[in-house]
């Protein structure tokens, strides 16, 4: 209410003030001359003396009034939020208050989902200070619900209230179940957290494998709501143990019962199985892991390669050395390649497709050497497999007997040092190449390589050590031919001389051959008939065209006719000039007879006649016919000749031999 207080000083020239125990100045109105104070909205501390003062020439004097506000009580205290707390902390719940006359003043506590009201009563955590605060210590999860301080006295009441929500630590879950498989478990647990306060706002679930001595955190923060979870990638025919935790904003539960149980047996499985392509294009490397036996040990591990070019290939590494490097395959190919690991439960399957890079040709095998020169080999090789690309070119490590290489020849596919490369198998090449040049009498070795967009592959084994040719040598051949071809043209022309010296000694000129035709059998030359006579005996011809051994060889038509039997003969004249005047012709006769040494003759040899001419003789020799062959020799040059019998009409062949 409003206050009006009055100032009743007078007197000639007075001026009036007043003085208050407030400060609020906004609620104090004063008439024009000072002589009426309203105090607008009174309150408590509005309480006071209240002094009116009148001065002028002769003096001042004051008037005092003394002001009391009565009225209910008025909490000074600000009204607050809801508190928030976790069990044990401590708090304060203030309650300030004005009020005239003095009020009283009591704390009441409503629990939380009940309409009970409680008196506080001082015990010894709960009780109201000096200052009529209520201190509340150790709070507890019954300490939730509404505070409220009244004051009151006989002019009203007026309260203050104060809501608590004291969060206490969840219960642990209860009544753990499980549902098991091979490889995951379904966990259940209960979920009845009726208390709002105490409610979890999440839980953890722990999974032991050593019984329980030491716990993993498997999930966290499963929300509240939850009450089931599935725990996956556990191991076949393993005991796990579970406990789960229920946490809210005062802490961490205790944790559950344990929950024990064992997963089933099952096919091993990988945890993962890669193939990466070497950069060559010609191997794979598998990698893998294995995530578990299945709870029955692993008996096969087996990985199945196939192709359209390719007969199945099964290989069987061992599982625990994780990875496997199969080589020869062909670049820019596509593979099949399948997985197969087996336990006494069954056969797990995987497969995948990979298609191995482009890469140069393969290694090639070792090379083979040959045609060893002064300055260059031959090399001869095989590359099992060109690759994707056409090969380009060839390098050729040079190296000494040491492998140590001493240069490297690049070979072009198109140049003449390929000497060949011919294709064999599916993919595959044999090649030669000329190596050049090389020092003489130096050994080598040498590896090979071939190349092309891709690069060029490895390099082959070295081959067998080699040693050129010394190149001196030639020159000691050349000069060994030219001394044994002069010293053989010396021989000759020695020779030739003699020669010449004895027959211009022993004739003049060389004799003639005459051919006589149907010559009687019992024909015998003259005395008088010689060669240097050709009119003495029928009819004379040139000299026949001397053989490279100097046989004159000539044939002569003849009919021979024995006394009693009319049948054609064989005759055979031989003329041969010598040192003295005896004959000496070595006649063979048929090849039966092989050799018939004729020896001097001086008569007749196998009905034959013989006759002497001074430097000449003239043998005739005659027989029955026969298809052999007979063989003649001279002795002088020491050589076979043979001639053919079987012609028709008979024939005499003359052998005249320069002696």
């Known amino acids: 209410s409003n206050i009006t207080l009055y100032c009743n000083i007078t007197g000639e020239h007075t001026q009036l003030s007043w003085s208050t125990p407030t400060n609020s100045t906004e609620r104090i109105i004063n008439d024009s001359q000072s002589r009426i104070l309203t105090l607008m909205n009174a309150k408590f501390t509005d309480t006071g003396s209240y002094v009116c003062t009148g001065e002028n020439q002769a ?37 300030r208050y004005v009020g005239n006359p003095t009020p009283s003043l009591s704390w009441t506590h409503n629990l939380v989902d009940s309409t009970e009201v409680v008196d506080i009563v001082d015990d010894n955590r709960r009780f109201v200070s000096e200052e009529n605060d209520l201190i509340i210590s150790s709070l507890i999860v019954n300490d939730n619900g509404v505070y409220l301080c009244n004051v009151s006295n006989e ?54 494998t050593d019984n329980g001595t030491t716990f993993n ?37 205790q944790p559950s019962q344990h929950l024990t149980f064992t997963t089933s047996t099952t096919v091993p499985q990988l945890v993962f199985f890669n193939v990466t392509s070497a950069d060559n294009g010609r191997s794979f490397l598998f990698q893998w892991e294995l995530k578990f036996t299945g709870g029955s040990p692993v008996t096969s591990f087996d990985i199945i390669i196939t192709s359209l070019n390719m007969d199945q290939v099964r290989l069987s590494p061992n599982i625990t050395s994780n990875q496997f490097l199969y080589e020869g ?17 069954g056969t797990n399957f995987d497969n995948v497709t990979m298609t191995t890079k482009r890469g ?66 599916s ?17 080598y070795s040498f590896s090979v390589s071939a190349g092309g967009t891709r690069g060029n592959g490895m390099f082959s084994e070295y081959s067998d050590n080699i040693t050129t040719q010394d190149g001196n040598m030639i020159y000691y051949i050349i000069f060994a031919v030219i001394g044994g071809a002069l010293c053989i043209i010396i021989a000759i022309a020695i020779t030739a001389l003699l020669i010449c010296f004895i027959r211009n000694k022993r004739r003049k000129r060389t004799h003639t051959i005459t051919t006589r035709l149907h010559l009687p059998n019992d024909f015998v030359f003259p005395s008088s008939s010689t060669c240097d006579n050709p009119d003495v005996i029928g009819k004379e011809e040139d000299t026949p065209t001397t053989s490279p051994l100097e046989i004159v060889k000539e044939d002569i038509p003849l009919t021979c006719h024995n006394n009693s039997i009319n049948i054609p003969h064989h005759h055979q004249r031989t003329q ?38 001074p430097n000449h003789v003239y043998a005739e020799i005659h027989g029955p016919r026969s298809n052999s062959k007979t063989w003649f020799s001279s002795p002088s040059i020491n050589k076979m000749s043979y001639f053919d019998v079987d012609r028709l009409p008979p024939k005499v062949t003359n052998f005249a031999t320069d002696v």
């Open 217 to 253: 955190e498997y999930m966290s923060q499963v929300p509240s709501n939850i009450n089931m979870l599935q725990i996956e990638n556990l191991i076949p025919n393993t005991e796990y143990i579970v406990r789960i935790f229920a946490i809210n904003r005062a802490g961490k539960s």
């Open 427 to 443: 993919n595959g090449q044999s090649v030669a190449l000329l190596i050049s040049p090389l020092d003489s009498n130096t050994e």
């Open 576 to 613: 041969s000039t010598s040192s003295n005047n005896s004959g000496h012709m070595i006649g063979h006769g048929t090849k039966r007879d092989l050799v018939s040494n004729l020896g001097d003759i001086s008569d007749s040899a196998y009905g034959g006649s013989i006759e002497k001419v």
């Open 360 to 425: 140069p040709p393969s290694r090639p095998l070792k090379p083979a050497i040959s045609d060893i020169q002064i300055h260059s080999v031959r090399m001869s090789f095989i590359i099992e497999s060109v690759g994707s690309e056409a090969i380009d070119y060839y390098l050729v490590n040079i190296s000494n007997g040491n492998r140590e290489v001493l240069n490297q020849l690049r070979i072009e596919s198109n140049h003449d040092f390929v000497l060949s490369s011919t294709p064999i198998d």
């Open 155 to 208: 002019y009203g009441f007026e309260t203050i209230s104060y809501t608590l929500a004291i969060y206490g630590i969840p219960d642990a879950p209860s009544n753990l179940t499980s549902n098991t498989k091979s490889e995951s478990a379904d966990i259940r647990w209960n979920n009845d957290y009726q208390f709002m306060y105490t409610k979890p706002d999440y839980f953890n679930v722990e999974i032991s």
């Open 329 to 345: 395959l062909e670049p820019n190919t596509q593979y099949f390649i399948q997985i197969e690991i087996q336990n006494d439960i």
């Open 59 to 95: 003096g001042a004097v004051s008037q005092t009034h003394e002001v009391v506000v009565f009225g209910k009580p008025e909490i000074i205290s600000e009204d607050k939020p809801p508190f928030e707390f976790n069990v044990g902390k401590s708090i304060t719940l203030p309650c």
